[in-house]
């Protein structure tokens, strides 16, 4: 992902809500699958952790990137965006280089 469309992409997150709150008991693979299923129907998602949560949230929002096979956009303090392009119909063009 080029630079150019990580920030086409953190603009458009910027207006989204967190779905997902990680908690105290931190990554879990309810969590996972929920993230998984999410991406289904949406291409971005933003995620909280919340302050209870012991784990940094880079490293998190690396292992859910990983587990769900998706790209990680940005990491801001507690909130992180993913994203996962539609194989069949993507909602969401990213511009060229």
């Known amino acids: 992902m080029t630079s150019k469309q990580r920030a ?4 458009l997150a910027s207006s989204l809500t967190p779905v997902f709150q990680v908690g105290k008991s931190s990554l879990t693979p309810e969590l996972t699958e929920a993230v ?3 991406f289904n129907r949406n291409e971005l998602i933003k ?3 919340l302050k209870n949560c012991a784990d940094d949230p880079r490293e998190i929002a690396e292992m ?4 769900t096979k998706s790209q990680l956009v940005q990491v801001i303090g507690k909130k992180f ?4 392009p539609d194989r069949d119909k993507p909602r969401i063009v990213l511009p060229r280089d």
Do not use: D, F, P, T
């Open 8 to 11: 086409y992409l953190k603009s």
């Open 36 to 38: 998984r299923e999410y």
């Open 47 to 49: 995620i909280a952790v």
């Open 64 to 67: 859910v990137a990983e587990r």
């Open 81 to 84: 965006v993913l994203y996962k």
